[in-house]
């Protein structure tokens, strides 16, 4: 068993938060829920005494955990939380020009609307610059099925956009 360090477990927040921020933030869309999200994930963390054999381990390990507490932060609340122009202005799109913050934001509301099994892999794909083989390892499947889901999920979303 491992405990870790108060300088390891920030050392570790500092490594990780930004990316699990921007992970739980593509599912919950909304600031707070992704804090809380976060507080978990790390609250799990660091009371799970696990030893990873590798640095990549340990991230796979945390981008689950997000995963899943997003997965039962939605459940409980059982809604989808759509943008708003406030969120958009505060986290994204400052240097484009209103029109191209509209079709982003249109953009963000259909992958909000994908089926989860294809929301995530876009998340993991385009929001974090995962490759396909680290979403094959985090999300367990063949590295054919996530670029299935992402080819499946592009034409769901250009076929939205185009609506």
């Known amino acids: 068993m491992y405990i ?3 300088e390891e477990f920030e050392e570790k ?3 990780y938060s930004q990316e699990l921020m921007n992970i739980s933030y ?3 869309r909304n600031r707070d829920d992704s804090l809380d999200v976060i507080q978990n994930v790390f609250y799990k963390f660091f009371n799970s005494h696990k030893s ?3 640095q990549l381990d340990e991230k796979y390990w945390l ?3 997000t995963i899943n507490e997003c997965k039962d932060l939605l459940r409980k ?3 989808i939380t759509i943008l708003d122009e406030d969120t958009i202005n505060s986290v994204s799109f400052k240097n484009n020009t209103n029109e191209e913050n509209l079709r982003l934001y249109k953009l963000s509301e259909k992958v909000e609307n994908l089926p989860e099994k294809y929301r995530v892999v876009i998340i993991l794909y385009y929001y974090d610059s995962l490759p396909v083989k680290e979403i ?3 999300l367990k499947l ?3 099925a996530v670029k299935k889901r992402l080819e499946r999920a592009r034409i769901m979303l250009k076929k939205e956009m185009e609506e």
Request: hydrophobic content about 25%.
């Open 63 to 65: 981008i689950r955990i």
């Open 4 to 6: 870790l360090t108060e």
């Open 77 to 79: 609340k059982s809604r």
């Open 52 to 54: 990873f054999s590798s």
């Open 142 to 144: 063949s590295e054919s």
């Open 13 to 15: 927040y500092n490594l």
């Open 136 to 138: 094959e390892k985090i």
């Open 26 to 28: 593509g599912y919950t």
